[in-house]
């Protein structure tokens, strides 16, 4: 609180430019303590320093990580490899860790709560060695596949039932069908794990029950010694409100507020949840009251919000239909765009576009971009995967209910589970394979329709993998890492006693996102000109260059014959036809059939951050690209698609390949902030997004960024602390990224040529 | 019907409403010394040479038939005067040192990707803006590629400089929707210092626009030591404010369909220059400031015409 006296009464905006300011000060000490932070932009605050541990682990999108645990917490092993498994363990240690967790309150915030640890990070092992599925190893590496097996969350709870029911009620609601079961089941083995289940969720509720009680105590207590009048009351708020909460549903906009960031920050801790959905429904009830009553106004239903984004960087919709196809755009949706303008801090919020969207949240949408440049929002289709996941077989109305809530993805808030984005096929380990094959295969006769077939047959191959993995974690997930904290806010988890995992909601959708689109189609269509029609290579040369790396004799020549065709998205191509027969031809496989056990599976195009390790185990390839270089992102085409950059180019190319069952294959745009400074430059962007969607785009992920100062800022992070970008799905500080993440970024602002 | 293409810029936002796609033709009938697009100025195409780039394979050594690439003492010397911008070695220039500014493209090649991006035109009011060069040069094919623009109902702009028979601009209206002109000097010495050609004929051109009922947007490009004094800024816009009256004395709008927009120089051509060995005049002007151009701007203004900069 520099620079403002200790009697001072605050307005709402000087509150927020004090949450921001504690919030870059939390920032610059993780970034020093922990170093890179190659995620979404967490609102985690470090443990006190007295109470602080710091650890190599694992993240819950399975990238390694430095963190910080609390010390002097440890788990209850019960398993000999020293880890913990199944829901009464785990409900058990959960609630063991909130029980020890420091108590956070800013006091000039009007919600109470702040959370300091990452759950998994203290799960050592992270699954259980006597579950063996090392007989998919060998595929799952040849094709470089992200299995998803042992994945985490990755799909949305439906925050209505805690609204509605509060923790005390969520305790009730267990216990009661706790004795349901108990009278009902009669096999004992199954009754133990249903037990053992209502154990794991009772646990985790008293646990959230004693944090909270802690946190209001010590709101009572720093009431007593507080000074300034202003915080003094709201000290007192917030005694009262999270005494309240403890057992009691939320009322008013803010405790709705309040009980929300517990939820979701415990969420977070528990095992890296960030969805959410649609805020400004779940929360219009209680805006609606509060306005009526009189007692909440725009600018404190602002400022509630943005104490809420401080501390939460979660997924979330505004607008959309509703499940009869009605617009929910409302005034709150203005509302929470505005906090997070107000904020300028990294933040995951998606506006719908569509035609029965209000068009006034696009464009106020693109206008908060336009000023603040924090990447924020981003766009969603949203007809265009309503109309895809209908395809599925779902009806409109359920199509509808699907809610945006992570980076890529949505999901039926507590109805469905996906394993969104945890699925990855890497193309370019799948394009090596069928190389490797032909090129050793005497009997063939090596061209780019042969390679075809081939990729086609490795493809099908790392699918089959795709769909045995997908399989062995629906059985055994449940034993492993339940997904506690998400089911108590799921339709049937609670009442049949079963995890989301494990058939406790009603919509299995499991996602399956394929990489390195533009790699391999590049890859194709270079061998193709360069090759087969040219001649200007023979196959013999080609292998030899990709195994030497480009670094032998007339290796760089003839890296830059292979990489200067016309590229995928430079418009009316071979490379252009080609990344429409490869997104076709893996949607056409992952939909041929469902996995063994009858999961449905949906294709998507996204790499999420993983172009850097996906790259790193991928050599050389016909593309012009290097051994270990960072793959092409999602679906996009690789930078330099074409002399001009146009933005329309990479949208009608990205419109092209969509799979189009409801998964995305979102555009990854990077645009000068000239364009900011014209007339009509958000009736550009406006157009623009509006057409990629017409087109058939599904989401957009947009940065308005400086070439010169995100490269300043590459070199001396420092300069810029408050710089936001949107790597992939998720933003975060520019400083917070370690170098090559950084350099990511840079590499698509910079296109050759 | 073919035509000499050096570019095809899609997502061009600066040449006209919304979102359009800028084909460039090439060859001009003026010669201005800080032309932006000096690669456009001849009406052949011409071999870009970026040495940086290079990465001495000697290819280009090997494909030459004409003896302007050659090696001495194992080095690749460039001979422009030899040079036929065949582009023979340009296919074989796999790192981009050697770029052919020029391509003969026919009517549906072009068509071919102007139509990318229809959709974008619908939604955003755009269309295609042909620009050069002078368009206007290559009338038979300018004429063609335009109308088959308006056969698919994409809207059409030209920019043209004036300096062309006036029966070539003249059929080109029947297929264009919105003019854009730039007259850099109402001086005709002047403008002939400056761009190698005197004015008359282009404010003639200027005044038959005028007549008509097309929409006419002038550009004029702010030039320190060509035109950047608010006199000379005035004497363009009173010209400009006569054209109204011209097309209002016509029975037309001119007040809501006449402007003026003033564009400020900027050095960015330099690289360009120096690709095509010719010497960069501009090369030591500097960007107007922004409170110059609002200065310009408002004297435009107080001459009674809707004037704005970039």
Known sequence: MIGISEAQELTYDQRIDALRATKMRITQEKQQIIGSMNHDDWGLILPPADRREIVQTMSASGMPITDALIAGFQVQSNHPSGGFFGPKAVGANYRALLEQHPVYIDPVSSLAGGYMANFMSYRKPHWNPDLDFSFLHADQQKYGLGSGIGAAQHFCHDLTIGFQLGWGGLLNKIRRYREVQQSTVTDQALLAQKLDFYDGLESIVLGMQNWIQRTADEARAMNKSESNPQRRENLEALADINTRLVTEPPKTFREACQWMNWYQMAARMFNGNGALGRLDVLLQPYYERDSALGILDDEEAIFHLACFLVRNTDYIQLGGPDENGKDTTTRLSFLALEAAHRLKIPANIGVCVGDEVDPDLLRRGVEIMFEDKCATPKFLGIDRTTEGFMRNGYTSEVARTRAYSGCHWSAIPGREYTLNDCVKINFGKVFEAALQEMMSDASLQPSTETLFTLYARHLRRAVATIAQGLDYHMEHYHQVFPELFLDLLCYGTIEKGLDASHGGVEYYNLCVDGSALATVTDSFAALEQRIDRQKRMTWHEIVRHLDENWAGADGEKARLMMKSIPRYGSGGSRADEWAVRLSDLFTKIVKEKPTPNGFNMIPGLFSWANTIPMGKELGATPNGRRAGEPISHGANPDPGYRKDGAPTAMAVAIATVQPGYGNTAPMQMELDPGITKDEGGVDHIVDLIKTHFDLGGTQINLNIMDAEQVLEAHKDPSKYPDLVVRVTGFSAYFASLSPDFRQLVVDRILTEG | ?310
């Open chain 2, 1 to 310: 019907m073919e035509g000499v293409i050096f570019s095809i810029q899609r997502f061009s936002i600066h040449d006209g409403p919304g979102i359009r796609t800028t084909v460039f033709l090439k060859g001009c009938s003026l010669h201005c010394f800080w032309c932006h697009n000096p690669e456009g100025i001849r009406p052949k195409p011409d071999l870009q040479f970026f040495p940086d780039r290079c990465i001495a394979c000697n290819e280009c050594v090997r494909v030459c038939q004409h003896g302007a690439s050659i090696l001495v003492d194992g080095v690749m010397v460039y001979d422009r005067e030899k040079c036929i911008a065949c582009g023979e070695c340009v296919d074989t220039c796999y790192s981009g040192a050697r770029v052919l500014a020029g391509k003969t493209m026919t009517v549906d090649a072009v068509m071919a990707e102007v139509l990318q991006d229809r959709a974008f035109y619908e939604t955003s009011k755009g269309g295609v803006t042909l620009s050069g060069g002078e368009p206007v040069l290559q009338a038979a094919f300018s004429y063609e590629l335009l109308r088959r623009c308006k056969a698919e109902g994409i809207h059409t702009a030209i920019e043209t400089c004036g300096n062309v028979r006036w029966e070539d601009e003249e059929r080109m209206l029947q297929v264009t929707d919105l003019i854009m002109m730039d007259i850099k000097h109402m001086d005709s010495a002047k403008h002939r210092w400056a761009t190698g050609a005197p004015n008359e004929r282009i404010l003639a051109a200027a005044r038959k626009f005028a007549a008509t009922d097309k929409p006419i947007i002038f550009r004029i490009p702010v030039i320190p030591t060509v035109n950047d004094t608010v006199e000379e800024v005035t004497a363009i816009a009173n010209f400009v404010h006569e054209l109204v009256a011209i097309r209002n004395a016509a029975g037309g709008d001119g007040e809501h369909t006449i402007s003026l927009e003033l564009l400020p120089f900027h050095r960015l051509a330099g690289d360009k220059y120096r690709s095509l060995d010719i010497d960069y005049r501009a090369r030591d002007l500097k960007t107007p400031t922004k409170e110059h151009m609002m200065m310009l701007t408002e004297a435009a203004q107080a001459c009674a015409i809707e004037a704005r900069s970039r």
